[in-house]
């Protein structure tokens, strides 16, 4: 690691006020300092938000939730609340990692995790999202990882996030507090940019700002709630592709489906028409083929990507037979038992 | 076990190679005043006293290499580029500041432990307070500032689970812990568990269930293990947990809650025999 100054923050506002260009924020620490004993990256100065009081706190937000920003992935995932109203979220933070490293990463690092992209690790390469201008690697390179839809040729990493693509099929809104102390919300699917000719730029945060809490919609009571992960390995790996479902029956008619998709983007990837095609349909391999054919690109961007599209179309098939009620076992959407323990 | 060996400052200064006798008690042979024999008529010496400069720590690197090989004009040019690039444009002087060298060392290590943060740390009920460099880990902490070597160091990137400890009862990772961050709060390692003459009950049950081979990765498996106790009679689910509000401890969930912790031997079915069998012991 490269020497940097260790600064606590005392304030939202005090650590909005000490970033600068070489500074990070630190939360959980589990990505940041990852990539910083690589070189990664090199922020000269670390400011630690961990202690800020407040932030760690769920809490009810008109039928909602708000979800503080240092609040740790275990936290949020074993909440008696988050598992009876919002079990996708529960299943997919649980899907994430391991055990010690969801008991430190936090919803603000979470979101904020950089991509996993082997070329992005390896400062000997060249990679336009950590060293702008000098060429992506994973182009004519190896690519198991990599991403299959909005892609650049400049990029093709994936965003890596399994709590993002709970969040995001929940249509959940990240609060975010700028320098200036006011405060913005936008859907989780929309913090983060495509990668264009800028992959260096990741999301629409400006300088100074700072994620403060993740805001829950209110729970679809009644729905049907997956997150199904394929990975290399059976428990902590990377997703491959992830598939998480919310769908509301209504007797053998798919009533309201929302899905949105990990592994395969730069963000949570979600397909309006795809929850369109099935929605107010019957849950048939027709209908689930259809929407497979709807969201699967005809060619990937990258020749060791292509055995995400097979992939990709099986898991979610499986996933909406699973959710439809076909197959397997889900989680169903219910009150939380009042005064559930947090 | 194992309590620090002296005065903790005195252990980190004593790292960081404090002023120039730290700096060559790492790397002998580069003594200011002893002139060094130009790169070209070095013979073998050169190559010996890089070597020892390459592994004495990263502060003595470039001034090292300037005394071991006084070097050209256009090399000279550039460790001075270097050492802007590390270290900071302060600690490049004209050419004539040569022998001034060691001087600007030690002014860098002061500035360097100006940074140093006091840390209190209260490990297996003992209470430490360190003086550390930001960057130490709390995995360094406890190894290289406290000498409780239990606590393994596997990958230092949070991919295999030896360094996991316990922080305030929960697990964690502790090679991904700022030691600064955790100033006030309360460590378990596997010291703290029990002793060689009193196992407690899931060591005793490794040692009888041969839940290893070379015992790498042991004390950061039974430190997982004995939060998974915790974590379940929490009632925390797991991805595998047929409902998330009911988890058994079953030989899946063992597994999956133990994903975390690698085992190069590949232990892996007596790891999981040895928590089923002090589980059924504590119950
Ligand atoms: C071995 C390993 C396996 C993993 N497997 C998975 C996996 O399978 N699935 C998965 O989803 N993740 C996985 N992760 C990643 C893990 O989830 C992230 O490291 C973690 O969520 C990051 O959270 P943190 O609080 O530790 O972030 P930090 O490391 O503290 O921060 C990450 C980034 O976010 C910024 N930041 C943090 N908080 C804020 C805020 N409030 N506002 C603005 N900026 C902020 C920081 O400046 C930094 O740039 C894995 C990690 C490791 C090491
Ligand atoms: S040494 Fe910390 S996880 Fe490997
Ligand atoms: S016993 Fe050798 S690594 Fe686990």
């Known amino acids: ?342 | 076990m194992g309590g620090p060996s002296g005065p903790p400052f005195s252990v980190s200064a004593r790292r960081l190679g404090a002023g120039t006798a730290g700096v060559n008690a790492h790397a002998p042979g580069t003594d200011r005043g002893v002139p060094s024999p130009p790169l070209e008529r070095a013979g073998q010496a050169v190559p010996v006293r890089l070597a020892a400069a390459l592994v004495a720590n990263d502060f003595t690197r470039p001034a090292a290499l300037h005394r071991a090989a006084r070097p050209r004009r256009a090399e000279e040019k550039f460790w001075n580029r270097q050492r802007v690039a590390w270290f900071g444009p302060d600690t490049v002087g004209p050419d004539t500041a040569r022998p001034q060298l060691a001087l600007d060392l030690s002014s860098l290590n002061a500035r360097h432990e100006e940074r140093f943060l006091m840390t209190k740390l209260t490990v297996n009920g003992q209470s430490h307070t360190l003086a550390l460099d930001p960057r130490t880990t709390l995995l360094d902490a406890l190894r290289d500032h406290l000498d409780l070597t239990g606590t393994k160091k596997g990958c230092d990137h949070g991919q295999c689970g030896a360094c996991t400890v316990l922080v305030n009862g929960t697990r964690v990772n502790s090679c991904l812990c700022l030691a600064a961050m955790h100033d006030e709060d309360e460590i378990t390692t596997i010291e703290g568990l029990g002793s060689p003459d009193s196992l407690n009950a899931l060591q005793a049950a490794f040692v009888e269930k041969d839940g290893y081979q070379c015992g790498y990765c042991t004390p950061g498996q039974i430190m997982s293990a004995t939060a998974l106790f915790d974590e379940l009679k929490a009632g925390h689910p797991s991805y595998v947990s047929p409902d998330l509000d009911h988890a058994e401890m079953t030989d899946a969930e063992i597994a999956e809650r133990m994903s975390g912790n690698l085992c190069r031997c590949s232990a892996y079915p007596l790891i999981r025999e040895a928590i089923a069998m002090a589980a059924e012991v504590k119950s």
Not at chain 1, 33 to 56: A, C, F
């Open chain 1, 1 to 342: 690691m490269k020497p940097f100054d260790y600064q606590r923050a005392h304030s939202l506002a005090d650590a909005s006020g000490r970033m600068g260009d070489a500074a990070s924020i630190i939360a959980g620490g589990t990505n940041l300092l990852d990539l910083m004993k690589i070189q990664v990256m090199t922020p000269s100065r670390v400011i630690d938000i961990s202690r800020l009081s407040g932030m760690d706190r769920i809490e009810p937000h008109g039928d909602g939730l708000r979800i503080g920003a240092l609040v740790t992935n275990t936290t949020l995932a074993t909440d008696a609340r988050i598992r009876a109203g919002w079990p996708v979220l529960s299943r997919a933070i649980l899907a994430g990692a391991s055990a010690q490293i969801r008991n430190k990463a936090t919803t603000g690092g979470n979101l904020l995790q950089r991509t996993r992209c082997p070329y992005f690790y390896d400062t000997a390469m060249a990679c336009n999202k950590r060293a702008p201008g000098t060429g992506c690697s994973a182009q004519g390179g190896s690519g198991r990882m990599l991403a299959l839809f909005g892609t650049s040729d400049d990029c093709l990493a994936a965003h890596p996030s399994d709590m993002a693509v709970g969040l995001a099929v929940l249509g959940a809104e990240v609060e975010i507090r700028a320098s200036s102390g006011d405060t913005r919300t936008l859907p989780v699917t929309q913090l983060y940019t495509l990668p264009g000719n800028r992959p260096d730029i990741e999301t629409g945060l400006e300088k100074g700002d700072i994620i403060t809490a993740v805001i829950l919609p209110a729970p679809r009571i009644g729905t049907r709630q997956t997150y199904r992960k394929v990975r290399d390995r059976a428990s902590y790996a990377f997703a491959l592709v992830s598939v998480a479902a919310v769908l509301k029956m209504d007797g053998d008619t798919i009533a309201e489906a929302a899905l949105a998709f990990g592994g395969v983007a730069p963000r949570p990837w979600t397909d309006a028409a795809v929850n369109g095609l099935l929605t107010g349909k019957r849950p048939e391999p027709a209908t689930f083929e259809r929407a497979a054919a709807h969201l699967v690109p005809d060619t990937a961007p990258h020749p060791e990507t292509a055995f995400k599209r097979p992939l990709l179309r099986r898991t979610l098939i499986a996933t909406l037979r699973e959710a439809s009620g076909l197959a397997g076992q889900v989680d169903t959407a219910r009150n939380a038992p009042s005064g559930a323990p947090q």
